[in-house]
């Protein structure tokens, strides 16, 4: 059975800094891009950050540019999402995801894989 399994979320002030973890078992995903997505309350689930299959390549909204860093550990079966410089409107909760393709994509439906997500809380 495929999990993934989310971590690292909480409550941090403005200007702080949070790394999300997410473990996947059950199979290995490292032919797979893997995609990290937020969602606030009352609106739709978005792209944050994705990595490509191999790790070389990423991709970032807009907003985190140069706030965020995603990674992931082959060995480990794992994707980071490293967040500094956190302001309140990056509040939601956050979910890693799998695509079933090699590089990343924006759109939800293109990932089969997601965790349960982690909530994370940037106060002013």
């Known amino acids: 059975q495929v999990q993934l399994v989310e971590s690292g979320g909480g409550l941090v002030q403005a200007g702080g800094s949070l790394r999300l973890s997410c473990a996947a078992s059950?199979?290995?995903?490292?032919?797979?891009?893997m995609g990290w997505f937020r969602q606030a309350p009352g609106k739709e689930r978005e792209f944050v950050a994705g990595?490509?299959?191999?790790?070389?390549?990423?991709y970032y909204k807009d907003s985190v540019k140069a706030r965020f860093t995603i990674s992931r550990d082959h060995a480990k079966n794992t994707v980071y999402l490293q967040m500094n410089s956190l302001k309140p409107e990056d509040t939601a909760v956050y979910y890693c995801?799998?695509?079933?393709?090699?590089?990343?994509?924006?759109?939800?439906?293109?990932?089969?894989?997601w965790g349960q997500g982690t909530q994370v809380t940037v106060s002013s």
């Open positions: 990595v490509n299959w191999s790790g070389g390549s990423t």
């Open positions: 995801a799998v695509s079933r393709f090699v590089y990343p994509t924006t759109e939800v439906g293109t990932y089969d894989y």
């Open positions: 059950g199979r290995t995903f490292s032919n797979y891009a």
